[in-house]
Structures are given as C-alpha cells and as structure tokens.
T-cell receptor, first 112, second 115 residues
Framework: DTAVSQTPKYLVTQMGNDKSIKCEQN?????MYWYKQDSKKFLKIMFS???????INETVPNRFSPKSPDKAHLNLHINSLELGDSAVYFC???????????FGEGSRLTVL | AQTVTQSQPEMSVQEAETVTLSCTYDTSESDYYLFWYKQPPSRQMILVIR??????QNATENRFSVNFQKAAKSFSLKISDSQLGDAAMYFC????????????FGTGTRLKVLA
C-alpha cells in the first residue's frame, strides 16, 4: 500500500485555468504538508496542516488554497494558473518531532 | 531564521569510491533533527539518514554515515563504496522542533556516479 499518494501525477493546462491536486496518507500522521519544487530543484514549504488545522502558510499567493477535510487528506486547489506555477508539487506527512517526512511521488504541473 | 546551506551544487565520484556531501545550517535551537534525503530521477524523495541533535554519536545506515559537528553546525554525508544507484539529488534538511512543524531543505547536491 502506498503510504502517501497524490493524484494526478501529471497535469498540463493553460494559463488562467483552475486545477486541484489531491493527497491522501494512510500512516496515521497528524501533520501533512505541501512543498513546491521548482525547476532548480529547490524545495520550498507552502502549507502545513496539523489535525485539519492550518499551521504554516508560507506567503503563498491567495490563488493557492489548501483544504484538509480530515487528517488523512490534504488537497491543493490553484486558481488562475500562471506560468510561474509550473513545478512539481509534493505532498508529505509526518509526526511532530518523529524525525521523518514521508513524501508522495509528486505532481508535475505544467502551465502553458 | 533557520537556514540550511549546501555549497556543492554538483559532485562526482567513481564507482566503489567514497564521497562526502557538505551541509551547514543555522539555528538558535538546541534540540532538532537533521536529515539527508535522496531524490533519484524517479522524483521520489527517500530518507537516507537521520540525526538527532542531542545525540553525540554520528548516525550510520549501511554505506551512509554522517559527520555531525553541532558546535560548527555542520552535517556532512559520507557515502562509501559508491554505487551507480546512488546517483541522485541529495537534500540536507532540518526540522524545527519549536512547535512550528517545519522542515527546511537545502538547495541540493547532484551526485553523479561514474562507472
């Protein structure tokens, strides 16, 4: 069984469109994250949720809206997509101070 | 603010040789975790090794070991007997333990393994 699963793995879309990425974890972790990896491979945290509560919002544009219906799910919706949103988006989960983040396989978003 | 610095954008090593990847970090915390993650071309992020700051003993996982120098805020990764499958991006990461649930990653080092 996949511990952290993201769908879809690939998205190709036009500027101005809206898209969503879904993430689910079956590890029983309380905390889930969204990271953005740009073309230079730099990993930057976007959001963190703990037990459905938003903990971290790292100055991400309002066009990005995370949603956590329960602690096993953290979805990411992006409105009015821009060229600069092209990246790989990673979902991850972890227990606080447990010493490991478990990552999904990433979702590669390409905005044309 | 906590930062993680990897000063080597790219490294190369001959198969079966040893290579060391550097990482430094900045923090005012006394207790924290440090990690090395590997990202092969498949894109999957894989934990290589973990070090708890309160432990003086350097962590070891098979061919992977770290040199943790807390006072110098240095956390290097040594890969012994390098294999072709070790070729990947390697990220050093730090976990903030002051209740902010934040992991901070370095910019990565691309490791090439030469046959």
């Amino acid at each position: 069984d996949t511990a952290v699963s993201q769908t879809p793995k690939y998205l190709v879309t036009q500027m101005g469109n809206d898209k969503s990425i879904k993430c689910e974890q079956n590890l029983g972790h309380d905390t889930m994250y969204w990271y953005k990896q740009d073309s230079k491979k730099f990993l930057k945290i976007m959001f963190s949720y703990n037990n459905k509560e938003l903990i971290i919002n790292e100055t991400v544009p309002n066009r990005f809206s995370p949603k956590s219906p329960d602690k096993a799910h953290l979805n990411l919706h992006i409105n009015s997509l821009e060229l600069g949103d092209s990246a790989v988006y990673f979902c991850a989960s972890g227990g606080v101070n447990t010493g490991e983040l478990f990552f999904g396989e990433g979702s590669r978003l390409t905005v044309l | 603010a906590q930062t993680v610095t990897q000063s080597q954008p790219e490294m190369s090593v001959q198969e079966a040789e040893t290579v060391t990847l550097s990482c430094t970090y900045d923090t005012s915390e006394s207790d924290y975790y440090l990690f090395w993650y590997k990202q092969p071309p498949s894109r999957q992020m894989i934990l290589v090794i973990r070090q708890e700051a309160y432990k003086q003993q350097n962590a070891t996982e098979n061919r992977f070991s770290v040199n943790f120098q807390k006072a110098a805020k240095s956390f290097s990764l040594k890969i012994s007997d390098s294999q072709l499958g070790d070729a990947a991006m390697y990220f050093c990461a730090y976990e903030v333990t002051s209740g902010t649930y934040k992991y901070i990653f370095g910019t990565g080092t691309r490791l090439k393994v030469l046959a």
